[in-house]
């Protein structure tokens, strides 16, 4: 092979990947539905604030929400019947105590809610931060009415002091398992069990550094257990990275895993853990050098499968402006679970430049393995519980609790990468389709407001699937949905929103409905209506993987609206996308259409100006969208336009342009024509008129000093060619709305279609219309 030509493959290599990762972020929601209130129902409370504290209950028909101040009882299938609410106010003394300690007295000396967990008992345990000195109650809910206790317990290690510090919380029977802060000044930084004995994690930077926790979820690993195992329970959280050997902050994601039967040491980690692990957690995201962050977690598990088929999904943002990047990662439990229990661990070492290095271990483990919980082989040593375990074990791990191996999602990369937007929560339902397989239906929360609708099909992400359901770019801060109801429940600042996991009704044709590839939907046959799947036995056309429309019968032609306009008048022909994947186009009386100054196109359908009897015609809009089976054409708008006098109902006679006015006409143009050039010869001999080479010539004369006006390429421009000032300031024919690919509006979402841009051309005399309405 020739040299240069390896030179040129090698120098295409880099820019074949870049194409491919491209490729891999074009992943566009197939619809995109703008905000409308009857997206979803809304419950909003006069003067709430900050919804982001959801429990269901299910047993008694409720969505027990948390707020500034106040819990809400909600009717389960319908959140805009509010049956219940409870005020808990902090006492003037506190908000003055509060805002002497320097705090802001109208938005952080109140009390928010934010633990909110059902007890054993049917009770339910619920938390404020209290204008900065966290308490907790109980709280029951009847005769339709709530009721505060008013226990007063101490909130402390359990709350967050600061209401807008992240933290997390999980209920284990009645212990409650909590990541937070213990002081005033969010110093203190604390997992703790609150329990008859209270066990919670050592104020060291090898432990927790600045953490920002996350979520928590509970693995009920001693089910079926061979070895005897504990139930665990998993914290995900990020921290600054101690084991970073680098000049600034590095942020790390994290998992720590703690035992349920974990009851400190008897003199080394008195009431403190003795089974707290933590382990780096990675989504590689591209070639990104710095890594992402973790944003939220849902533990999936089958309850008909072993807890080793368990499935943690997490979404991850940059810790840098950067990318405007997030991800999806998914890992396996029993890869978490693995690195624990037989992964090597990292240590400190000092070395010269008085800064502490963390590197593998490679010396001796004692037994029983630190952090290890208490199994049937420690048992059969003498190890009942974790207060006979010995100093050596306790010493390692309270020292050494990073595991070195980093835990790494399925197939080493992200599940979902999308641009411009950022992920804030995370929630994951499976769903049986009509093939008979399981797919995981993701649905994810952004700062904007909306939430996605993903799945993944054999390894092609494909989104269905954008609702904006808050009407401002507001953060989604908490995702739940219930099975019993097949509603999604999402809370905000300023609300909380319910939405059906199934939204079917939005297709309302045998295509649309099939190359929306929803494993919730299919197309009656009997019906002629895209429903959601059910148990009931009826034929249903479905093709989620494929995308193959081809199932659908030949659907009801588009019936020609008619569309009369006046001579010299403008019209604008509609015609909405079906999909944000889909492109459109236009045909005149059977033929492609040509774009002109007088016919435009528009994103949204087609502009008409000035409109004269040659525009009379049949007009068509086609819409062509390829899915991994084929590609499928159908029309989406038919208009038969009359150019008529207004008034009249009469047509406009043509143009006429034969005979002989016509030519009489030409004629006439011709001679005048001579006639011109005639006199601009005279003008010409007679020296009235100087000649244009003679003019240039005398100029240059005229001043030998002054320089040739050239560029930095030495080509010479004449100041005839300089731009001259306008004169009028251009306006806009039709103000174009600009939007990504993620966000559009109008009743049917519409992608971002630069060959429908390129096309518009904008008259210079119409340029002073500002109102669409004038078109």
């Not at 009920?220 to 504990?230: I, K, L, R, T």
């Not at 991994?628 to 008529?644: F, G, R």
Request: net charge negative.
């Amino acid at each position: 092979m020739h040299p240069l030509i390896c030179l040129g493959v090698f120098w295409l290599l880099p820019t074949a990947f870049m194409m491919e990762d491209d490729a891999q972020l074009d992943c566009v929601p197939r619809r995109t539905v703008p905000y409308h209130r009857d997206n979803a129902n809304l419950f909003h409370d006069e003067g709430g604030l900050d919804y982001s504290i959801m429990l269901l209950r299910e047993d008694l028909d409720l969505l027990v929400l948390g707020a500034r101040e106040a819990v809400y009882a909600l009717d389960l299938n319908n959140i805009t019947k509010k049956l219940a609410s409870v005020k808990w106010e902090v006492t003037d003394d506190q908000h003055i105590d509060c805002k002497n300690k320097g705090k802001d007295a109208a938005s952080e000396c109140k009390n928010y809610i934010r633990i909110l967990h059902t007890m054993e008992d049917g009770r339910m345990y619920v938390c404020g931060t209290n204008a900065f000195d966290p308490e907790c109650d109980y709280m029951s809910y009847k005769n339709g009415k709530l009721t505060l206790e008013k226990a007063a317990e101490d909130g402390k290690g359990k709350c967050p002091f600061d209401p807008f510090q992240r933290y997390a919380s999980i209920m284990v029977g009645n212990d409650l398992y909590s990541a937070t802060s213990m002081n005033f000044l969010g110093s203190q930084p604390v997992v703790m069990r609150s329990s008859p004995v209270s066990i919670r994690t050592e104020f060291m930077r090898s432990w927790l550094q600045e953490p920002t926790f996350v979520s928590m979820a509970q693995m009920p690993e001693s089910e079926e257990s061979a070895e005897g195992d504990d139930d665990k329970v998993y914290l995900f959280f990020s921290e600054a990275a101690v084991e970073c050997d680098c000049y600034n902050k590095l942020v790390v994601s994290r998992v720590a895993r703690v035992c349920k039967g974990d009851t400190g040491g008897l003199r080394t980690l008195q009431k403190k853990w003795t089974s707290f692990l933590k382990a780096r957690m990675d989504c590689p995201v591209l070639d990104s050098q710095l890594p992402y962050v973790i944003q939220d977690t849902y533990r999936w598990c089958d309850p008909q499968q072993h807890w080793k088929k368990c499935l943690f999904f997490a979404i991850f943002t940059p810790q840098a402006d950067t990318s405007d990047l997030s991800a999806v990662c998914v890992y396996r439990v029993s890869d978490i679970s693995k690195v624990f229990a037989e992964g090597k661990y990292k240590t400190p070492v000092p070395v010269e430049t008085s800064f502490v290095k963390w590197v593998m271990y490679s010396g001796e483990v004692p037994f029983p393995r630190p952090g290890a919980c208490i199994d049937n082989e420690a048992r059969k040593q003498g190890f009942n519980q974790t207060t006979d375990l010995p100093d050596r074990t306790l010493q390692f791990i309270r020292d050494k609790p990073l595991m070195d191996q980093a835990i790494q999602p399925i197939g080493h990369k992200p599940l979902l990468v999308r641009k411009r937007t950022t992920f804030t929560r995370i929630i994951v339902n499976q769903v049986q389709a009509a093939d008979g397989e399981k797919y995981h239906v993701m649905f994810i929360g952004t700062e904007e407001g909306s939430i996605l609708k993903a799945v993944n099909y054999d390894g092609e992400m494909f989104i269905i699937e954008e609702v904006q359901v808050f009407q401002g770019p507001e953060p989604i801060k908490i995702l739940k949905f219930s099975n019993v109801t097949g509603q999604l429940y999402a809370g905000s600042q300023h609300g909380a929103v319910q939405i059906p996991l199934a939204t079917c009704g939005r297709s309302f044709s045998c295509m649309d409905c099939v190359l929306a590839r929803d494993p919730y939907c299919g197309w009656d046959k009997t019906t002629a209506k895209c429903t959601t799947l059910s148990n009931a036995k009826r034929e249903l056309i479905q093709s989620v993987k494929e995308g193959n429309a081809s199932l659908c019968v030949d659907s009801n032609p588009v019936t020609p609206e008619n569309k009369s306009v006046s001579p010299g008048g403008n019209l604008k022909l509609s015609c909405p996308k079906p999909s944000n994947l889909a492109t459109t186009s236009w045909k005149r009386d059977g033929r492609p259409l040509t774009p002109s100054p007088v016919l435009q196109r528009l994103k949204d359908g087609l502009l008409i100006l000035n409109a004269s009897s040659n525009d009379a015609g049949r007009y068509r809009c086609v819409s062509v969208e390829r899915s991994k089976a084929a590609e499928y054409t159908t029309t989406v708008a038919d208009y038969q336009v009359i150019v008529s006098l207004r008034g009249s109902g009469k047509s406009l006679p043509e143009a006429q342009r034969q005979g002989a006015s016509v030519a009489g006409l030409q004629a006439a143009v011709v001679i005048l024509v001579i006639l011109l050039a005639a006199l601009l010869g005279w003008n010409f001999y007679k020296g009235h008129l100087p000649l244009p080479w003679v003019c240039k010539r005398n100029n240059r004369q005229s001043d030998p000093h002054e320089p040739s006006e050239q560029g930095e390429g030495g080509t010479g421009v004449t100041r005839q060619d300089e731009p001259r000032p306008e004169l009028a300031e251009h306006k806009p024919l039709v103000s174009a709305h600009s939007s990504n690919n993620n966000h559009t509006g109008g009743q049917v979402a519409l992608s971002a279609a630069e060959q429908d841009d390129s096309e518009i051309v904008t008259l210079p005399s119409l340029q002073y219309i500002d109102d669409e309405s004038e078109i």
